[in-house]
Structure formats: C-alpha cells, structure tokens
C-alpha cells in the first residue's frame, strides 16, 4: 500500500504483483483512506458515505449510480431529481446493471448478488453459487452475467432470478464483461487476461498477446470485428479480428483507463481517471480531453442521446459541443461534503450530512 499525492488530494494504492507484473487494486483520495483508517467512519451498508463505483443506464431519462458502501441514487427524469435507496448490502459493492428500468442487479464482496423489481426500492438476495468476490455485472436482455475474482464467471437465463457458474479457464479475476449478442461476448481482468466465446460463455477461449502487458479493466466491441480494450498504465489495445488478436494503440496518457463508450455522434470516449480520453476518427487515434477539476472518472456510459462521466463524488455531463464535459454540480452523493472540504477553503456553507432521500435540480 502507498500514498501519493495528486490534485491536492492525498491518495492511496494498493499494489499486487500479478504474472503480468504490477497491478493497481484501489485509487482513492483521502477521504476513503480516512475510512480504512477509522472503520467507525464508514463500512458496507453506510448511508453516510458514498464513494462512487458503477453506473447503469437502462432507459433514455432513467440512470441508477452505485456506492459501493450500499447506496443506489435513481433518476426517471435524466437527473432533474435523484433519490437514494439503501440495498442493505452487508458487504461492499462493485457493479450495477439493469435489464429494465424497473429490473436490476448489484454484484459485491463474497458471491453477493442483490436484485430489484420496483426500481431500486427494494432489493433481495440473489443465491449465486459463488463466494468470490464479483466486480462486475452485463446484461442483455434476460441474460446476464457476472465476473470476479479467481476467474469466477456466473450466468443467468432467466432475468437473474437463477444462475449457473460458466468455466473461463482462468483464475486471474475478471474486471469486465462485453456481450454484442446473446452468443458473442469478451471478458478481461487482471494479468492481461482476454477471453471471447462465441456460444453464449458455454465455452470460453484465453486470447494470448504480448500486447497485453498489464491488468485490463475494460472492454467493448463496436461490431464483431471490432473491438478495444484498456486497462493500467494507460494500456490501450484494439482488435480488428473479433478480439483473435489485438495490437497497441498510442495513448495520450499513463493514467488507468477503466470504461469505453460510444456516443450518438460516433465519437469513442475513454474514462481515464483525471481525464477522458477521445477519438473522433472511429478509435484509430485518440486525443486527451482535459476536465475541470479532480474527478477521478471511473466511467463514461449512455444516457438518453447524451453521454455522463462517473467521478468518486460526483457524475459529469457531456457539454452541448459534444467534446467537453461539464460536473453536475446539484447532485451530491452522501459524504461528498467531507471531501470537498479537504480542498475547498470553507464558505461559510455546507451541505447536510448523510444520504438525503432525494435531490432536484433548480430549473
């Protein structure tokens, strides 16, 4: 473990050693070193704190954020209103996806699996079968799956309701899952795994390249040839081949690239942690696109005709240019005032404490 200063934030890493060398676990400004420090703070199941983790958008005005202390923040109206659900979770947690607005799965620490069928309101366990660690969540359609740690991969047919364990062939944990079609899908993790299936995960194949020289945290296909995936140490590769093998793109930065998104112009964007990255020219070049402030952008995904940016404490919006990105400064996760004053000279005005039941935004 060590910390590093950036921004004006303290922050911390956690390192493993990985066959494939040094890999990054954890990047956090010091408010969450505060909560590693101080367990009374904040722990799985807190309503006080909010560290930002996943994010879903499965209708054009609806979006659900995920706090991996156990929060989901909901919009129905494109982010005019927030409100925050708690999922009881007892353990942290990684990932959010939604096969409907009302349908929708959180996957964390020990196997857990969370559902909702009203929206984020209520959520219940899901029996998963597993007791890795699960970090991340696809879903298309009624079929879903989840990936983890010890290359543990779960699949369900049925909405989530039931799942199955799939075999990947690897134990290295798996940070992402890709699928174009209910048979063709990616997944990749740590180590520069890449694995692809082209029967629905029934049966999955570990791509070798030496193009892959550290952990991935990523990846996506724009069509069945084409596809990208990033990770550590500005890692950026691409596939022209249906991921059968992938070559090294230039990327403008060193910094950890974590999500891959496509907006309704055709533009490729990249989470890049203290940036994002852009491609205009359908991702054979990328530029770096500066941001205003410490963001720490996990993700860049859909939501109605626009693109948002998932920050620590916050959500950025895509400008109406279309290559610029603007923070959203009404929504306020809980806790985000305690970070904010590490930074900010005080104003003689602060938000309230803990996780407020809902949000608006000034018209």
Known sequence: ???????????????????????????????????????????????????????????PTT??????????????????????????????????SFIDAMHGFTA?????????????????????????NLLTLFSLGNLVWAGGFDGALLH???????????????????????????????????????????????????IKTNAASWSLASVRFRDLQNGWAVGFSGQLLHSKDGGATWVVQKSPVQSWLTSVAVDRNNRMW???????????????????????????VSRVFSVGDSLWALGELGILRQTASGVQWKRDDSFNPAGAHIANSLEEPATGTASAAGAPTSTSKSK
């Open 270 to 296: 990249i989470a890049a942690d203290a940036q994002v990255l852009l491609s205009e020219d359908r991702g054979e070049t990328w530029r770096s696109v500066q941001l205003d402030g410490n963001y720490f």
């Open 156 to 206: 369900s047919t049925d909405g989530g309701h039931t799942w199955a364990k799939q075999t990947s062939g690897t134990s290295m944990a798996i940070e992402s899952i890709f699928f174009l079609d209910p048979d063709h899908g990616w997944a990749v993790g740590w180590s520069g795994t890449i694995l692809r299936t082209a029967d629905g995960g029934k049966t999955w194949t570990t």
């Open 108 to 132: 964390g620490d020990a196997g857990t699996l969370l559902a909702t069928e009203d929206g984020a309101k209520t959520w219940q366990p899901r029996t998963s079968g597993s007791k890795q």
């Open 63 to 96: 979006a659900y954020l995920l706090c991996e202390q156990g929060l989901v923040y909901g919009t129905t109206d494109s982010g005019a209103n927030w409100t925050a659900h708690d999922t009881g979770a007892t353990v942290f947690l990684h990932a959010i």
């Open 1 to 59: 473990m060590a910390l590093a200063r950036e921004g004006g934030l303290i922050m911390i890493r956690r390192f493993f050693i990985t066959g494939a060398g040094l890999r990054t676990d954890i990047r956090l400004p010091f408010l969450a070193f505060a909560l590693l420090v101080f367990p009374f703070l904040a722990s799985a199941s807190d309503t006080q704190h909010c560290y930002l983790r996943d994010a879903n958008s499965p209708a």
